[in-house]
């Protein structure tokens, strides 16, 4: 069995991960514009998104906090599954009584990221709407 302490290392390791994962689905996504046969979905601001791979594994509470962001404008589709962790992650640092101003911070790698694929979004705004939806949704 895990201790809290743990988790709260795998937060940050999760924020590495979507990272990458962001950076490696936006060069994706300009690369494969013209692939026509790759199932995509469209993004608040028109542009093709991939289509999430597993909704269908998730419970409602998770497919909730995905749909609040995805009603803010936050891109969802592939990191998705990091998103819900990270998520998850924030309710831990919470109920161990972490401000609100240290989980920004220690999320400020993924809403960065989350906030340089869209124009019309700061960090700031990306990392509260995450900590609310998770908040709202995940949290206990």
Do not use: W, Y
């Amino acid at each position: 069995m895990r201790s809290v302490p743990d988790r709260a290392r795998v937060v940050p390791a999760l924020l590495i991960l979507a990272l990458a994962a962001g950076a490696c689905g936006q060069a994706a996504e300009e690369t494969s514009e013209t692939a026509a046969d790759s199932p995509t979905s469209v993004k608040a601001n028109g542009a093709p998104a991939p289509v999430d791979p597993a909704p269908e594994t998730r419970s409602e509470a998770e497919q909730a906090f995905l749909d609040d962001l995805a009603e803010f404008g936050l891109p969802t589709g592939m990191s998705a599954e990091t998103t819900v962790e990270v998520g998850i992650g924030i309710c831990e640092n919470t109920a161990e009584g972490v401000d609100t101003e240290t989980i920004l911070d220690q999320i400020r790698p993924l809403s960065s990221a989350i906030a340089t694929q869209s124009s019309d979004q700061d960090t700031d705004r990306v990392g509260r709407t995450i900590v609310e939806a998770s908040r709202a949704h995940l949290c206990d």
